[in-house]
T-cell receptor, first 114, second 114 residues
Framework: KNQVEQSPQSLIILEGKNCTLQ??????????LRWYKQDTGRGPVSLTI?????NTKSNGRYTATLDADTKQSSLHITASQLSDSASYIC?????????????FGRGTQLTVWP | EADIYQTPRYLVIGTGKKITLECSQT?????MYWYQQDPGMELHLIHY???????EKGDLSSESTVSRIRTEHFPLTLESARPSHTSQYLC?????????????FGDGTRLSIL
């Protein structure tokens, strides 16, 4: 069964600290993996997208890594800010059909305290 | 900021009412999607469209219906709302070259059926 599992479910860190969020997936065949940030009461916003051949992608203070062999991805946030408080969602796309299908994780709820 | 808009943002209404959730985008995207999201849970695709007069059901069975008469407009309708329809509904769109992955999300409609 294709799945996307994210950990931790929730995380609290102090402003200025770094953190790493994990995403493990069993989706096969694999097409790409995307991380979204979803602020409370808002729609998700895409942070990074990586294909099979990419193992790292940065977007400002956000750096995503991908290990397609172990089917693991991480999102590293550097020097956290209060505005980083949000849910971070990992989404994996397969290429089992011409349309592909998306598999969503349940997200990691990050809270940054001052 | 993405140019995709959903109205209303919040709706509390009684059982049995007909409801239409509006979604419009000004980016000229061919592909549009409706997702359902409950707190702490993953997004589930309920409808999608690849262009005018094209609509398909998604992975999650839904009693709602959609229409795509104009490129920019993708409304979702519930003919007779029930408490089980209480959820957050997110609309998204994607342009050419993005496969089937939603690039831009609206901020959602939080629907509560009494």
């Amino acid at each position: 069964k294709n799945q996307v599992e994210q950990s931790p479910q929730s995380l609290i860190i102090l402003e200025g600290k770094n953190c790493t969020l994990q995403c493990n997936y069993t989706v096969s065949p694999f097409s790409n993996l995307r991380w979204y940030k979803q602020d409370t009461g808002r729609g998700p916003v895409s942070l990074t997208i990586m294909t099979f051949s990419e193992n790292t992608k940065s977007n400002g203070r956000y750096t995503a890594t991908l290990d397609a062999d172990t089917k693991q991805s991480s999102l590293h946030i550097t020097a956290s800010q209060l505005s980083d408080s949000a849910s971070y969602i990992c989404v994996v796309s397969d290429r089992g059909s011409t349309l592909g299908r998306l598999y969503f994780g349940r997200g990691t709820q990050l809270t940054v305290w001052p | 900021e993405a140019d995709i808009y959903q109205t209303p943002r919040y709706l509390v209404i009684g059982t049995g009412k007909k409801i239409t959730l509006e979604c419009s985008q000004t980016m000229g995207h061919d592909k549009m999607y409706w997702y359902q999201q409950d707190p702490g849970m993953e997004l589930h695709l309920i409808h999608y469209s690849y262009g005018v007069n094209s609509t398909e059901k998604g992975d999650l069975s839904s009693e709602s219906t959609v229409s795509r008469i104009r490129t920019e407009h993708f409304p979702l309708t519930l003919e007779s709302a029930r408490p089980s329809h209480t959820s957050q509904y997110l609309c998204a769109s994607s342009g050419r070259g993005s496969g089937n992955q939603p690039q831009h999300f609206g901020d959602g409609t939080r629907l509560s059926i009494l």
